[in-house]
């Protein structure tokens, strides 16, 4: 009963077309679960290729996120126990000079609660990025996106918070080594216990 329900609200936020004239590829919102899943991840927005394929972190980005959380990509898309979520749906386009744009703003507060209430299971959200971080650990959150990571362990059990897996991360862990020393074990034990 609960993943019909979750099926009900997956084909309603796929159908959505609230922004279509603001997505230079249209929309096509992109979501993945079951409602038994149990990790959740939700991201910043689809690139031009998980637009294109249909399915989250099909890039380098996506194996580094693999690589932290020590899980194979079967795993990481099995959406009987794991359900990722971006904080916009649809691809938002691209800066002139380059990079994609921010989610469109009106995407979490339109689907989001709908969204999570259809996972009654899950038990660690992970919020990759600094989009996520600041919807969800709003007021609670550090100045800067470092301080509030290395403050994972005060916002536990719930949500754990990380940087973007992208190539930029690689400066952030040689500076802060507490991530791989720390916060890398810890959620690698919590994931395993999960999955």
């Not at 309603?12 to 929309?27: D, S, V």
């Not at 079967?74 to 938002?92: E, H, I, K, N, S």
Request: proline share 9%; with cysteine; hydrophobic share 40%.
């Amino acid at each position: 009963m609960a993943q019909d329900a979750l099926a009900t609200i997956f084909a309603e936020a796929r159908a959505c077309t609230h922004c279509a004239a603001a997505l230079p590829l249209g929309p096509r919102p992109i979501l993945h679960g079951h409602a038994s899943a149990r990790l959740l991840i939700i991201s910043q927005a689809p690139g031009t290729k998980v637009h294109e394929t249909g399915l989250s972190f099909t890039d380098r980005s996506g194996d580094r996120l693999r690589q932290w959380l020590a899980i194979d990509r079967d795993t990481f898309y099995d959406q009987d126990r794991v359900a990722l979520m971006p904080m916009g749906l649809c691809y938002p386009g691209r800066y002139e000079k380059g990079g994609d744009l921010p989610p469109r703003p009106e995407c979490a507060p339109l689907w989001h609660n709908r969204v999570l209430a259809g996972f009654p299971n899950i038990e660690l959200t992970l919020l990759v990025g600094s989009y996520a971080i600041d919807y969800y650990l709003a007021g609670q959150k550090h100045r800067t996106l470092t301080d509030t990571v290395a403050a994972w362990r005060d916002y536990l059990p719930k949500y754990l918070p990380l940087p973007h897996p992208s190539w930029r991360t690689t400066f952030f862990e040689k500076k802060n080594p507490w991530f791989e020393a720390e916060l890398l074990p810890e959620l690698r034990k919590r994931v395993k216990a999960l999955l």
